[in-house]
């Protein structure tokens, strides 16, 4: 069957809702929808139909959440139009950026070949900027100066408006932080929305030429879009306003990062023929399922009302587990997806891949971890710390990144002290205020002439080795096309500086020092890969199947999350945050770790907290909750536990007031005795009620 008659019966195989927002093409369309309704499915057969009805795919743009969303969209559109879906471009908000940037930034006085600088990055310069040593007040300043960031405010403006003394000084640090980027050739994450939006802004031929080259622009998630995203978005649609957002704002869940449900009010006061499209069929969980999550969000105030019904049949009963404490938790987890895997007469045998165990904080992944690999289990950690995240990985990033970027001063000092190489920190002290004395980046120092007047002739020497070391380097990436010629050119790299020795001689343990060496080798094969034309999503971003330089693809690297989010269809369990989880689904899903002060989540210094943000940190994790059980198809399990580990210390757990909320009933836990049930339910009211009254003494 030819690609259009294959994608003419998908869309006829949708409902009726969902074709006319495929078919609405003219004008800005916003489907709202809850949980699983089909909103995603929406936007991937809107790039079909819109293909189809004489756009170019280049004329198409798909806006997602993560890199791995991008990913899996990428993957539906090509099995629904075949190979041109790879000139659409997918890809999430920072990366749309990175293209926006890398295509115009010149205009900006960027570089094409701007660095993105990592959180960890940005602290270090924020710790050097602010003369502070202490990482966590510079985590702070960070914090702070991304909210001004996202507020659309650069230190100018911000310095402008600040009441407080400790508000000026702020601004003032902001000036010199954004002083330290211009010098360094580099952006932040902030910068990547921030940027675009102004090149967007103030250069109409540019604006008018995306305008013309992105004739409908998809955006999924779209409740999770923070005010410089949303004002992107218009710049990039322009008064056409030819878009479709799908989001439910149920699921806003990202509040706490700047996202604004403002955005879903604004449409249609900025864009008064927006048509809206509501869908109400949830294909995703059976009805007991989907009972549960409707009312656990029933207590929140509704911006729309919506109403959903599955016909998927009522289904197993959603499970209340009860266990003593975090290792207990996890064993009658792995018990559960065990007994479930291995099905009965009634039930098929399930893969591991159709399991998935969410909960709210990153560190509680441990026990389950331990548990399954115990069992011997295969599992991944999505979510989680980043592959990038680890040390040697940085390391090797900062390399690269010099290698493109010679300004780059954070990845200088990264790279020419990892591993070391006889140049110590008094001479590093030396060249950064030589630096700074003549306004020229670290590397551009070495290279200076004058600099043999500050350092003696063996420190110049070494330091000019170093730099020779690098742009022999540059000169090799920028010449190595393939996957076996780059990863040649790696070890080549790799054994040149010593890395493997490195490693050993840093690490007190042979075991950890083998697993990071085998983490380097993971990270070389799949950046050979990726110059390969095999793999072509850089960034998130889909281009056509062209075979890069290594230095081409060293200079998307800083935009990716983990390796393995991209490894699709491994057969394994998933063990995810709630965060982590939005947008996908599992057959069966355990919700863990449902204890007050868990989920919801409560900050220590909440005690503080007014009542009024009180409440609306309540609603947010009260839609973190209904997301976590929207992405159970069939079954649907919640634990808790009655003694946690908080800190050092163990306290008593005590059963979330959202599993009171979901309302089962008795058919929820029926091969249990029904009075213990009873008994048993009672006192999680109670406990719940209790909790509800001291969460809402200290939060007045
Ligand atoms: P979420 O709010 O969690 O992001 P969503 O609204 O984006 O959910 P999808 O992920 O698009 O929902 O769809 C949920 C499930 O329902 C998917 O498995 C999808 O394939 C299926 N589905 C969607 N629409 C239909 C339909 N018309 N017929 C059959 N299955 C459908
Ligand atoms: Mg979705």
């Known amino acids: 069957m030819s690609f259009a008659a294959s994608l003419?019966?998908?869309?006829?195989?949708?409902?009726?809702?969902?074709q006319e927002a495929v078919n609405y093409m003219h004008g800005p369309c916003l489907v709202l929808a809850g949980a699983g309704s089909g909103k995603t499915r929406v936007i991937t057969h809107k790039i079909g139909r819109l293909i189809q009805a004489g756009l170019q795919p280049e004329q198409v743009a798909a806006i997602t959440f993560t890199n791995k969303a991008a990913a899996e969209m990428r993957e539906r559109a090509k099995s629904l139009i075949g190979k041109s879906a790879k000139g659409v471009l997918i890809c999430t908000f920072h990366a749309l950026g990175v293209r926006l940037l890398r295509q115009d930034g010149s205009v900006l006085g960027l570089k094409p070949q701007f660095s993105i600088l990592d959180s960890d990055d940005v602290t270090s310069i924020l710790k050097d900027a602010g003369g502070s040593t202490d990482a966590a007040t510079a985590r702070q300043w960070q914090w702070a100066i991304s909210l001004w960031k996202n507020q659309g405010l650069n230190a100018a403006q911000a310095l402008a408006q600040a009441s407080t003394p400790e508000e000026v000084s702020l601004a003032l640090l902001m000036a010199r932080y954004e002083e330290r980027l211009s010098a360094y050739q580099s952006v932040d994450f902030d910068d990547l929305i921030s940027?675009?939006?102004?090149?967007?802004?103030?250069?109409?031929?540019?604006?008018?030429?995306?305008?013309?080259?992105?004739?409908?622009?998809?955006?999924?998630?779209?409740?999770?879009?923070?005010?410089?995203?949303?004002?992107?978005?218009?710049?990039?649609?322009?008064?056409?306003?030819r878009f479709t957002a799908v989001g439910d704002d149920d699921q806003s869940i990202y509040g706490w990062r700047g996202a604004t449900l403002d955005n879903l009010k604004r449409l249609p006061e900025e864009y008064p023929t927006l048509k809206v499209v509501k869908l109400e069929q949830n294909y995703r969980s059976t009805s007991a399922i989907l009972r549960a999550a409707n009312n656990v969000i029933g207590p929140n105030p509704k911006l729309y009302p919506k109403t959903l019904f599955s016909e998927l049949g009522e289904g197993e009963p959603v499970r209340v587990i009860d266990c003593d404490?975090?290792?207990?938790?996890?064993?009658?987890?792995?018990?559960?997806?065990?007994?479930?895997?291995?099905?009965?007469?009634?039930?098929?045998?399930?893969?591991?891949?159709?399991?998935?165990?969410?909960?709210?904080?990153?560190?509680?992944?441990?026990?389950?971890?331990?548990?399954?690999?115990?069992?011997?289990?295969?599992?991944?950690?999505?979510?989680g710390q980043s592959f990038f995240d680890r040390a040697e990985v940085k390391d090797l990033c900062a390399w690269l990144r010099l290698m493109v970027n010679n300004n780059d001063d954070?990845?200088?000092?990264?790279?020419?002290?990892?591993?070391k190489r006889g140049i110590g920190h008094t001479t590093l002290g030396v060249l950064g205020g030589f630096a700074s004395q003549y306004k020229l980046s670290l590397f551009d120092s070495l290279l200076s002439h004058s600099l043999g007047t500050v350092v003696s002739a063996k420190t110049l020497a070494s330091l000019q080795e170093f730099g020779r070391y690098i742009n022999d380097l540059e000169y090799r990436a920028r010449h190595t096309v393939g996957a076996q010629a780059s990863l040649t050119f790696l070890l080549d790299w790799l054994k040149d500086i010593g890395y493997e020795k490195h490693l050993y001689?840093?690490?007190?343990?042979?075991?950890?020092?083998?697993a990071r060496w085998s983490?380097?080798?993971?990270?070389?094969?799949?950046?050979?890969?990726?110059?390969?034309?095999?793999?072509?999503?850089?960034?998130?971003?889909?281009?056509?199947?062209?075979?890069?330089t290594m230095l081409e693809v060293v200079q998307t690297i800083a935009l990716l999350s983990t390796i393995s989010e991209r490894e699709q269809d491994q057969n394994v369990v998933t063990l995810s945050t709630l965060h982590a989880s939005k947008g996908l689904e599992w057959?069966?899903?355990?919700?863990?770790?449902?204890?007050?002060?868990?989920?919801?989540?409560?900050?220590?210094?909440e005690h503080g907290a007014g009542h009024e943000d009180a409440l609306l940190r309540l609603q947010e994790e009260r839609r973190l909750m209904y997301v976590g059980i929207t992405r159970a198809q069939r079954s649907l399990a919640v634990t808790w536990v009655r003694r946690r580990k908080k800190g050092r210390d163990y306290i008593a757990g005590v059963p979330s007031r959202f599993i009171a909320e979901m309302a089962l009933d008795k058919t929820t836990v029926k091969e249990d005795p029904r009075e213990k049930l009873k008994a048993l339910r009672a006192e999680f009211a109670k406990r719940a009620a209790d909790q509800i009254q001291a969460f809402a003494k200290n939060g007045n």
């Open 587 to 605: 057959p069966h899903v355990l919700l863990a770790g449902c204890v007050e002060g868990m989920l919801p989540f409560r900050m220590d210094d």
């Open 325 to 383: 404490n975090e290792e207990h938790e996890a064993e009658r987890a792995v018990a559960r997806i065990q007994s479930l895997r291995a099905g009965n007469g009634e039930t098929p045998h399930r893969e591991w891949r159709d399991f998935a165990i969410l909960y709210r904080a990153n560190h509680l992944a441990k026990p389950f971890e331990k548990a399954l690999r115990k069992a011997q289990i295969p599992y991944k950690v999505s979510g």
């Open 505 to 514: 001689a840093a690490e007190d343990s042979e075991q950890v020092a083998a």
């Open 8 to 18: 003419a019966q998908s869309i006829a195989g949708l409902n009726a809702a969902q």
């Open 410 to 419: 954070p990845a200088f000092m990264r790279a020419i002290t990892s591993p």
């Open 519 to 548: 983490n380097v080798m993971d990270f070389c094969e799949w950046m050979a890969q990726r110059t390969g034309g095999q793999i072509d999503d850089t960034a998130g971003v889909t281009t056509a199947a062209e075979t890069k």
């Open 195 to 241: 940027l675009p939006l102004k090149l967007l802004r103030d250069h109409a031929q540019v604006r008018e030429r995306w305008q013309n080259t992105l004739r409908h622009v998809l955006v999924d998630e779209y409740q999770d879009t923070n005010a410089s995203q949303y004002e992107l978005l218009k710049l990039l649609v322009g008064e056409r306003g």
